[in-house]
């Protein structure tokens, strides 16, 4: 079955400044991968997805990159604010089925004023 | 329009009791899923329906059982709870374009 690696787990930077977190994934079969966010104390909320037919996409600060054939992808946060302080994860799937869903273990991001 | 709504939020048991965790979405999707989530570990499918009158095993099923109610409903149950059971649970239902929706989780400790 399909394995998502995360790094870091956590990550530290001072305000202004960019943050990048990578993730692999295993199954080639895999062609949707979307990025969560979760603030303390809330569900997880998607911030960014791509899908396999695509390399790159953007949404004002953050981005998210894809290199199939090295089955890794990474999001990628420009001018960080204290409020994009939060755990990350990524996933993996296989499109038009939500119930492989495969979550990386999560990164902690602090933002340091 | 509330989205996901899960109860309760939080709920400390003890070995052996039983509960059953309620999760509710008014966006008229067809599937919605039960995750479980423990440090270091990401998010972790227990049980999900793929729609009404359905329901299947996740990665992590043992000491749980689940009903899909209706379209809006799907309850997670504890039968006999054990330590290990000790997590943060969430509820989602899938909407358009993949997009999970998540609740905002119940904090278990079963002690």
């Known amino acids: 079955g399909e394995n998502v690696e995360q790094h870091p787990s956590t990550l530290s930077v001072q305000e202004g400044d960019s943050a990048v977190i990578k993730c692999t994934y295993s199954?080639?079969?895999?062609?949707?991968f979307p990025w969560y966010k979760q603030e303390l104390g809330k569900g997880p909320q998607l911030i960014i997805d791509?899908?396999?037919?695509?390399g790159e996409k953007k949404d004002q600060r953050i981005a998210v990159t894809l290199n199939k054939t090295a089955k890794h992808f990474s999001l990628h946060i420009t001018e960080t604010q204290p409020e994009d302080s939060a755990v990350y994860f990524c996933?993996?799937?296989?499109?038009?089925?939500?119930?492989?869903?495969?979550f990386g273990p999560g990164t902690r991001l602090s933002v340091l004023p | 329009n509330a989205g996901v709504t899960q109860t309760p939020k939080f709920q400390v048991l003890k070995t052996g009791q039983s509960m059953t965790l309620q999760c509710a979405q008014d966006?008229?999707?067809?599937?919605m899923y039960w995750y479980r989530q423990d440090p270091g570990m990401g998010l972790r499918l227990i049980y999900y329906?793929?729609?009404?009158?359905?329901?299947d095993k996740g990665e992590v099923p043992n000491g749980y059982n689940v009903s899909r109610l209706n379209k809006r409903e799907f309850s997670l149950r504890l039968e006999s709870a054990a330590p290990s059971q000790t997590s943060v649970y969430f509820c989602?239902?899938?909407?358009?374009?993949?997009?999970?929706?998540f609740g905002s989780g119940t904090q278990l400790s079963v002690l």
């Open positions: 996933a993996a799937s296989f499109s038009g089925y939500g119930q492989n869903f495969v």
């Open positions: 199954d080639s079969a895999s062609n949707y």
């Open positions: 791509i899908r396999s037919n695509v």
């Open positions: 966006m008229n999707h067809n599937s």
């Open positions: 329906s793929a729609s009404e009158g359905t329901t």
């Open positions: 989602a239902s899938l909407g358009g374009s993949e997009k999970l929706f």
